[in-house]
């Protein structure tokens, strides 16, 4: 008999486990995403390095779970899974596109609740809170939606030809659109943390602009890295991604006394 699943089995999905890693990345994907968007990702991490991607509710082994249409809702129950994890060694987080959103609130909660400072946020594909564009994708009708998915080449194909797949994916794809065009971050808000803001270059999402302006949310180091490609810019150039991941996260390191490899 299969024993129920824990919080931190439920929520992290960790495809290549590394206990003796120096440094937990923390993945968040983006709406209508799923873990197995960072496989790539954690497979190129340096060994210093481990993975602890999120997998959201609603969707693959989770799916049956009700969604959550807040962001702010979404980074706590994140924070009350991760908060015995970061304790035990330094935390660092990635937010592709709705996941950058997750993300900075994620990390506003570590550093006012539990007085822990990520060594840094990776805000990915995604405008600064400061800049809410309003969209209303999640009240488009299913085919709307579904041409919407196909555009932006962000979900697996095999869902989106497969109908019953994608009436099955739909409503967390759906909650998360909401989740993400209703969030707002509140003004002024602010980390400690680098922020580190990275975009794909014809992005028609996020203009260069709009991902710099992620300078003014943190009194920490802030660094802009573009790429080419569009919004899944990170799907192409992993190598290079995850280059960027390690160089600042050897910046950080580096300033308090430590390196990785």
Known sequence: MAL??????????????????????????????????YFPLSELLPSTVEALVVQYPGRQDRLHEPCIESVPEMARAVFDVLKPLA?????????????AAVGFELAMLLERELGTTPLALFASARSAPSLHRGRDVHRLDDAELVAELRRLSGTEAQILDERELLQLALPSIRG??????TYTAEPGATLRCDVVALTGEADDHVSVEEAASWREHTTGGFDLRVFPGGHFYVADHGAAVTAAITDSLCAVRTRGGETIS
Do not use: N, Q
Not at 4 to 32: K, Q
Not at 176 to 181: I, L
């Open 87 to 99: 304790v035990k060694r330094p935390v660092a987080l990635f937010g592709h596109s709705m996941g």
């Open 176 to 181: 998360d659109y909401k989740a993400s065009e």
């Open 4 to 37: 129920p699943a824990t919080g931190e089995s439920r929520w992290f999905r960790r495809f290549r486990p590394r206990p003796e890693a120096e440094i937990s990345l923390v993945c968040l994907p983006h709406a209508g995403g799923t873990a197995s968007f």
